[in-house]
């Protein structure tokens, strides 16, 4: 079975930093769109951060400039280098692995999430 697991959250003090991982399963992350997504309390999870399995990446306007994502894919991990990070920040961070296939005019869709880690800011 295909497996996400998040792993570097806790508490920091405001202006300060945090790395998440995400660690895949083998069999996940070959060919895979990953992203990070975040729930603060009493909201809806939104999409933070993303990078395709080429490369490419993109941020939601409230972290541009202060998270950066990353994918090693010789250890099948992807990461959230977070700075300057604010209480509004506060949230239930998740990790997102999803790939589609086209067979002819057939689409395919295969994803994952993780179980979530906590990040809170707090002086």
């Known amino acids: 079975q295909g497996q996400l697991v998040e792993s570097g959250g806790g508490l920091v003090q405001p202006g300060g930093s945090l790395r998440l991982s995400c660690a895949a399963s083998r069999d996940i992350f070959s060919g895979f769109d990953m992203s990070w997504h975040r729930q603060a309390p009493g909201k809806q999870r939104v999409l933070i951060a993303g990078i395709t399995s080429g490369g490419y990446t993109n941020y939601a306007d409230s972290v541009e400039g202060r998270f950066t994502i990353s994918r090693d894919n010789a250890k099948n991990t992807m990461y959230l280098q977070m700075d300057s990070l604010k209480p509004e920040d506060t949230a239930v961070y998740y990790c997102?692995?999803?790939?589609?296939?086209?067979?002819?005019?057939?689409?395919?869709?295969?994803?994952?999430w993780g179980q979530g880690t906590q990040v809170t800011v707090s002086s």
């Open positions: 997102y692995a999803v790939r589609t296939t086209n067979k002819g005019w057939q689409r395919y869709k295969t994803d994952y």
